[in-house]
């Protein structure tokens, strides 16, 4: 997953989302990797502290790593999130600005359950 200036409801939200769907599918290795594209070192180690999220790796992309970054995953720079499910490095499911509330958390936990099925 990818974040950029994403609003902090939705970042927790989707953080707390993945952590737990990472404990629900451990046994089939569900993995959760989101990267900061916006922000800084100590607000991530805070929310991550904040949130209790240590089962998944966040990341903080530079500035100079930025502009290839979103070339080489497809990623709109104007996007606020951009979600990718992928299994042998093939995308299977993407989302785009992730809003918290039920109709976009549950079509992300089908859409994982879809992958670990």
Not at 5 to 19: G, P, R, T
Not at 44 to 58: E, F, G, Y
Not at 96 to 109: H, I, M, P, S
Request: net charge positive; proline share 1%.
């Amino acid at each position: 997953m990818f974040l950029n200036k994403a609003d902090d409801q939705n970042v927790e939200a989707l953080l707390k989302l993945l952590s737990s769907s990472v404990k629900l599918y451990k046994d089939q290795n569900f993995r959760a990797f989101v990267y900061f594209l916006d922000g800084n070192e100590a607000q991530i180690k805070a929310l991550n502290k904040k949130l209790k999220t240590d089962n998944i790796s966040l990341s903080l992309i530079t500035d100079e790593e930025r502009k290839s970054t979103l070339k080489g995953y497809k990623i709109n720079p104007k996007a606020k999130s951009t979600i990718m499910l992928y299994v042998t490095r093939q995308v299977k499911s993407r989302m785009v600005n992730f809003e918290k509330g039920a109709k976009d958390e549950n079509a992300l936990k089908k859409a994982i359950k879809d992958l670990c099925s």
